[in-house]
Every structure is written in C-alpha cells, then in structure tokens.
Nanobody, 122 residues
Framework: EVQVVESGGTLVEAGGSLRLSCAASGFTFDDYAIGWSRQAPGKEREGLSCISSDGNTAYVDSVKGRFTISSDKANKIVYLQMTSLKPEDTATYYC????????????????WGQGTQVSVSS
C-alpha cells in the first residue's frame, strides 16, 4: 500500500525556520512525484512545491526563495525546508505522492498524508 506520513510541524516564531519530512512507503521510489500543499483554516488547499524522480522541482510564487524541497532517495523521505516563516504560513501541511510518474507536470496526487500542523507566531 502506497503511504506518506508527514512530520516536523510545530510552533515557531516569525522569521524562523522549520523542516518538514514526508516519509514514503509502498513503492520503489524509482518513479515518483511528491508534492507539498497546505491548508489554513477557512481557506482552500494550496499547492506549494513538487519534486520528481527526474530531478525537477517546482514552487508556487508565494514560497519561492523561502522554501526548498529535496529528497533522500535512500530513505524515501522528501523534505520541505522552510525559512523566513511568516504568520500567514500557519496551516496544516500535507504531502502527496504519485508513484506512477517521473515528472511533476503530469502528477496525479491521489495518496495523501494526514498532515502536520505548522503555526507561526508574530
């Protein structure tokens, strides 16, 4: 069974940094696209970043330059390094995987984790 589990969320002060982890299992980690999204209370889920097995990464403008996505293929973990955090970054952060593609552009994220809460105080 394909699964992803997020971790690393916590309370942090504005301007601080945090690294989220997405541990994947149930597939070979040879072909994949893994994406990070977030959802704040009362708002729609927002796609943030994606990394694929062909080495490409993508970011939404609101986090470009502040967030960095990376993968540890040996341990099947994808990280989201977040810096210069702002109160508006407060949300539940989710990762999702498409284990059938090698590119973010055509990813169909059907397997989602339960999320990890990030709170940024002002």
């Amino acid at each position: 069974e394909v699964q992803v589990v997020e971790s690393g969320g916590t309370l942090v002060e504005a301007g601080g940094s945090l690294r989220l982890s997405c541990a994947a299992s149930g597939f070979t980690f040879d072909d994949y696209a893994i994406g990070w999204s977030r959802q704040a209370p009362g708002k729609e889920r927002e796609g943030l970043s994606c990394i694929s097995s062909d080495g490409n990464t993508a970011y939404v403008d609101s986090v470009k330059g502040r967030f960095t996505i990376s993968s540890d293929k040996a341990n099947k973990i994808v990280y989201l390094q977040m810096t210069s955090l702002k109160p508006e970054d407060t949300a539940t952060y989710y990762c999702a995987v498409d284990p059938t593609t090698t590119t973010c552009r055509y990813a169909d994220f059907r397997t989602w984790g339960q999320g990890t809460q990030v709170s940024v105080s002002s």
